[in-house]
């Protein structure tokens, strides 16, 4: 005797046709065909399998691995459309940043205009009234950045180093040697400290903040020291400190040549560029094509 399994049914055990299988139960079973055949030999012949040394497989595509290291370019490695979505949304971020601070803006550009250093024709109470303005706040300005650059900058160089704890003659040797290599860079090699910090103590007492940047120029093979104004330094006004801000944005500005050198040298992402027909504030812009 035969006996068939249904095995479509969810129970099969519990079906009306099931009998029982095993000790006490029918020798031999009928298994019934349901359902449609795949055929699998074709589709296993598609797959990319690979053999590593170890023994192992990999099975599927591989995805091309970009050659990394920690000092890659980011902008040659992400997505573009990855690239557009980070793009939009610091920008955005930017802005409001920017709006927090649009009352110290103001009150920043009408207090450069008290220096006295623009003339302006007035109309007012009459044409051809006179429009001087006391150099009092000038002389300010002027007086402080001298007297704070003798301070901060003598002429043997504005570094000095002290032990701080346990000493003994060979650290003080040592302090000493690093006096004067670091006074011989900004002195004799960094030939812009002295310029620059001579600009930023004269926007300090204006603009009450004043930044500089140190870092190593690709270009001139050498550490720089630039001056950057507080406008160029946007930070959202409700933070305390550089330290604990959520994000601080350098506006730089920076004509064609010297974003080509960068791009030649692989700071920058070698793209299509051309100058803007219209210049910044402080040097001539850029434009990207597309």
């Not at 429009?131 to 000038?138: I, N």
């Not at 801000?245 to 040549?257: A, D, E, P």
Request: glycine fraction near 6%.
């Amino acid at each position: 005797m035969v006996d068939k399994y249904n095995s479509t049914a969810d129970t099969p055990y519990l079906t009306k046709d099931a009998k029982a299988v095993g000790a006490g139960g029918p020798d031999v079973i009928e298994v019934v065909d349901v359902g449609e055949e795949i055929q699998l030999g074709d589709q296993l012949d598609e797959v990319n399998v690979e053999i590593i040394e170890d023994g192992s497989a990999i099975v599927g595509e591989q995805e091309e691995m970009v050659a990394e290291s920690f000092t890659s370019n980011l902008a040659e490695i992400l997505d573009d459309d990855l690239q557009g979505e980070i793009s939009s949304d610091l920008l955005e971020q930017f802005e409001n940043d920017k709006s927090t601070r649009s009352d110290w803006e103001l009150a920043y550009r009408n207090g450069l205009d008290l220096l006295g250093f623009k003339y302006t024709e007035r109309t007012r109470p009459f044409r051809g009234a006179s429009s001087v303005t006391h150099p009092m706040l000038a002389q300010a300005v002027t007086q402080f950045q001298a007297m704070a650059y003798v301070e901060l900058l003598p002429s043997d160089g504005p570094v000095r180093t002290q032990v701080v704890g346990a000493t003994s003659t060979e650290m003080q040797q040592a302090a000493e040697r690093v006096k004067e290599y670091m006074n011989y860079e900004i002195v004799h090699v960094m030939e812009d400290y002295n310029p620059e910090m001579d600009q930023l103590l004269f926007h300090l007492p204006l603009a009450g903040s004043a930044f500089k940047k140190v870092y190593y120029d690709t270009s001139m093979g050498r550490a720089t020291a630039k001056f950057v104004q507080a406008d160029d330094v946007v930070i959202n006004y409700g933070a305390s400190d550089i330290d604990s801000c959520g994000r601080l944005t350098q506006i730089v500005s920076m004509s064609f040549n010297d974003v080509r050198k960068q791009q030649v040298s692989g700071f920058y992402k070698d793209i299509e560029i051309s100058p803007t027909s219209t210049p910044s504030n402080h040097d001539n812009g850029l434009q990207e094509n597309g």
